[in-house]
């Protein structure tokens, strides 16, 4: 299985809703990660996962919560968000965090819109 | 901190045609440099990827890149363009020893019939 899983597809939210997005993979990697991308920009880095241990945070607002349970499952947690969150969120995985094994592979996203 | 830099934001090219999109980078350390490919409403796609060794690298779908250190480039080609190539690409940087992946500013590719 090579393949990064996101659910769910679409979201809509509004700004008191608590919400998560869900990603999975099974390939044995031991990094994960969090993008968030806006229309016609590239991916910004929000988070990174290393062996279930949060090594990068990207200045990233508190109403942005991620979790890790397991090697496999990567949470984004979402509370009070604001309309200018809308976009894009890919996970990501890779063998490893650095070290020459960093080839990302990417979920096909959760479309994001914040009412 | 490395940093990669797309040239053209936009490029068009008739089916058949040569591909070239252009990404320059910068990094105090080598590099590894990688090309994804975005269709609309997906996610990235690997195209290809340079860590070490040969400088020119062959990717899916025809694609291929080269790595030239004394030009800081690693600019994407393919030798005739189909229609199915249009979309979003994204040129990549990260190093040995970091975490994150620094991607240039995308150049969308059309491709007229």
């Known amino acids: 299985d090579t393949e990064v899983t996101q659910t769910p597809k679409h979201l809509v939210m509004g700004m008191t809703n608590k919400k998560s997005l869900k990603c999975e993979q099974h390939m044995g990697h031991r990094a994960m990660y969090w993008y968030k991308q806006k229309a016609k920009k590239p991916p910004e880095l929000m988070f990174v996962y290393s062996y279930e241990k949060l090594s990068i945070n990207e200045s990233v607002p508190s109403r942005f919560s991620p979790e890790c349970p397991n090697s496999s499952l990567l949470n984004l947690h979402l509370h009070a968000l604001q309309p200018e969150d809308s976009a894009l969120y890919l996970c990501?995985?890779?063998?490893?965090?650095?070290?020459?094994?960093?080839?990302?592979?990417f979920g096909p996203g959760t479309r994001l819109t914040v009412l | 901190a490395q940093s990669v830099t797309q040239l053209g934001s936009h490029v068009s090219v008739s089916e058949g045609a040569l591909v070239l999109l252009r990404c320059n980078y910068s990094?105090?350390?080598?590099?590894?440099l990688f090309w994804y490919v975005q269709y609309p409403n997906q996610g990235l796609q690997l195209l290809l990827k340079?860590?070490?060794?040969?400088?020119l690298v062959k990717g899916i779908n025809g694609f291929e890149a080269e790595f030239k250190k004394s030009e800081t480039s690693f600019h994407l080609t393919k030798p005739s363009a189909h229609m199915s190539d249009a979309a979003e690409y994204f040129c990549?940087?990260?190093?040995?020893?970091?975490?994150?992946?620094?991607f240039g500013a995308g150049t969308r590719l059309t491709v007229k019939p």
């Open positions: 990094s105090s350390v080598p590099p590894y």
């Open positions: 990501a995985s890779s063998q490893r965090a650095g070290g020459g094994y960093n080839e990302q592979f």
């Open positions: 340079y860590t070490t060794g040969a400088t």
């Open positions: 990549a940087v990260t190093t040995y020893n970091n975490n994150d992946m620094r």
